[in-house]
């Protein structure tokens, strides 16, 4: 903009007043014509109010403010619209053009949501509403009323400047929390106004949505609670349970614009307060005290003589009303002799807190009387004056209880109305001028304000171009010399400006301020940024006081409390500050940079389970130093947890790691792995590994013929933390119902399976996957469920097949009839033997029944001849046997037995044969002892006609007397004894 084309008349007066330590200076503008004026002011002195304000969380303490008071005068014969008054381009009276001075160096939309985050932080301290209705209908009072709300003002603030510039954003409600979420290059970005911070993903390049806060909460731990420890001990923070998500829909136009009748001017006072606007205040958290640097008493200011002015200009409504100057007669009264009244209103953008009226009156007789009445709407009126006097006389009315702005809504607006009753006289009875004085509340935020040097002062306001303007613009202010605040910190100590360091994690170093009088180093302000215009901090982390830390002595000495905020290569910059023993900050250092290196954490983490192993593996970061070691952490903690002692694991060289199930205790449930070199440092931790859940991580042996076999059904669990005004943990332990199991297997309780029989060994051996698996149903807290199957093993070995050839018998017409029968022990176990005849002679029939191998022949005269079979069971064990066939009857050696039923042979020390005749039925039989224990038990066999030879293997059986019991058809047989001997 062409400044001399619109700056048309600037008149400046200054009035300069030297004490001791402080010059007062008055510097006045004159604008004419024109709707825009620009001048300077030199601030000299020592500091500026800048140089002595220092913004906590929940405080604002401000030692020195140089402006005293500014005012905007309309000595203009019209009304003035919309005047404003600002300094150094901070524009805060309309949204489009504060928004314009916020991003005016802005870069890309992220450094937009920065900048604005940065903008409302150092405007809204955070303490209880003053009025919480207000800031939710219109969010920018917080900003420019008020100074001061609860975290739901920030998120108004910031979402209805982000629509103001056409960025969708999202409200996320909870029952304790708010917080904003915008939505930027079609990625989710939020910003938690309450603690004034936003999130970084785990590469420290991109600010984060809610979405991926939920699945590692340290990411809030490492931002939110740096500073402090609001739980010792305890390794998370914050969790935003259930929220609800609403779009940010706009509420209003937001103007600070207000209008100056001719006669009118606005003071912006800087003193301390006296007045403050605050509902429930006596229940409120806050108090008068702790907002005293945060509110301004401003005052509105009407005074008019009605001369030599259009009456329409500075009067609402008028009715029976004239103007004029005569000695005898009243500045402003009625044309006649009816009841006269005019309307006086007055609107501002910032509540009442105090109406003062005070009024020149004339009064002829008593019989003439003057009213005045007062209303919020212009509908309901409330008297609250009639002249008692006459002759010339002033009186003077305050509204404080009517506005009562500790007690009532904020009020904006408000009338006034004065009626004339004249007796006898038009001009009995009126008023020679009315000055009405309303103080009112602004925040401090929105006040201009001076810094230490040249400071550009604009005038503007909406008439356009008019010949008839007559502004007045004063400025008020103090220099102070008294103390001169600590010396510009001039060297870094480490790292030094362009440094390459060789570390990520360490402490910044600068060399201690000097302060010329001597004041003692009471704090420094450090900043560190990726941006060289130092706008915005890299993260909230990085601009705090070193006094946040609570070390028992200010030292030049900055570390994060965490390792992994910065990454290898990257260029950063950084700047200090110091503030003496009575308030004042030094000037910023310059800006330095450095370069640090150093290990990154590890990526592609993933976790496998391989039989009754879990597999941890992941790779090393692409960039960054090449690390020595990694560190494993471990929690049964949802959502991320955050590395610590209480975690740690373990450590390793390598990029894998397996842990083996364990009997009765399940594995932790969440991972994170950091990579370390030789020097100590650490990486940032990665992504956290989520072990599969539920999952039945049991670790059982194989069944034994020797022992009890025992299943332990042992998930993992998970437990979810959250600190709403405690802090809480919600277990959830997985139910497990077990669907499939085999029926030798014996289940004791809800978790535990076992068996004692020594036989089941034998009988897992021969059964499919399936028959000797456990399948278990897994149900977690939110109604998902899945099944696992666990399959079983044993240690019995299997017997190889054994076969053996009857005796052959000659029948009368010399026909051939022999058996070959199976001697495997586990066939009683369910193993399956088949048979393949490798070689036999031709005349030779061969019928396979079970495990039964009929030979026949017809003829008279038959030769020797060579028999070769195979026998194969169902392990795939094998065995070949041959046998030289001969027609000499079999040497049968009976046995002594005792009531023998059946014909029992003694073919060796150990092997016995029973001899029966088959007819086409079904066959098995029992061994027992001599005291009834059954010792075993046979297959069934289908018997065809002929003689059968069974035989019973007594190798483990010691001398003795044993029971031979037969069934024939599921019917049992009479039983033979026999000895062993």
Known sequence: MNIVKYFYSIFIFMILNITTFAQNHKFGMNVQQSNYAVNTITLSGYFDSYNTTTRKWQHLEQKYEPLKNISISNNSQKRLYAPQLFFNNRNYYDEQKMLSS?????????DSLLTIQTFVKERIIHLSHANAKEVYDDSYKALFVYGYALYTAHVYSIGDI????????????????????????????????DEQVFYKDLSNDTAIGLNEVFVDKFLIKRTKHLSRSEYPGRETSLVYQNPRIVPFTKRKYHSFDFILKPGEKVIFNYAEPTLFHQINYENASVSLNEVKALISNSLYSYNQNFLNVDLTEVLYKAQNITAGQNNSHPNLHPDNTDVAEFIVKFDLPFPVLDINVKMNLQQATPADSILMYYSTDCINWKRFYQSQQTGNFVDSINLYNEVAPLEKDALYGYYLKFQFHPKDSSWACGMDSLEVNTTFQCSRFFLPKLQLGENTVEYTDANGNDSTRNVEVTIEWQENWENRPPNKVTNPVFPLHRAEVDSLYFAFVWEPAEDADGDEITDYEFMLSEDDRMLYPYSPNFNLYISAFGEDSIRPHFKVKETGWLNDGQTYYWRVRAKDARGVWGEWSDTWSFTPHGVMRPVETNAEIIGQTIRLSWAQNPTGKKPDFYKI????????????????????????FFIPFKENIAPLSFYRISACDTLGQESLISSAIALPYPYIYAVYDSVRTDSAFRLNLISNER??????????????IPKITVLEKPEWLIQQSQNVLYTNDPMSAKRLLYLDSLQSSVLVLLEDDWGNWREQRLFLHTTATNNKPALMLSDSILSEDNSFLAYITSTDGDVAFGDI?????????EWLNCDIKGD??????????FESSLLRILAVDTKNDSTTVEYLLSFEPYEQ?????IETSYQIYQ???ELYYIKIKGGGNEFSYNLYAVDGTILHSSSTYNLMGGIYYFPVNMSKYPDGIYIFEGVENNRKRSSTKFIKK
């Open 102 to 110: 916020i991003l005016a160096s802005s870069n890309s939309l992220q």
């Open 162 to 193: 982000l629509l103001a510039l056409g960025i969708s954003s999202e409200e996320i409600i909870n029952e304790h929390h708010h917080i904003i979420q915008a939505v930027i290059d079609k990625k989710k970005v939020i910003i938690d106004a």
């Open 633 to 656: 952490y471990a929690s049964d903690e949802m959502n991320g947890f955050t590395p610590g002692e209480s975690s740690f694991f373990t450590v390793t060289d390598t990029t894998e």
């Open 852 to 861: 039964t191998i009929r030979l026949t022949a017809n003829g008279k005269d």
């Open 833 to 841: 033997n088949s048979y393949t005849l490798l070689e036999k002679p």
């Open 907 to 909: 073919a060796s020390k």
């Open 893 to 897: 050696t009976p046995t002594f037995v």
């Open 719 to 732: 437990f979810y933390p959250y600190i709403h005004y405690d802090y809480n943990e919600d277990w959830y």
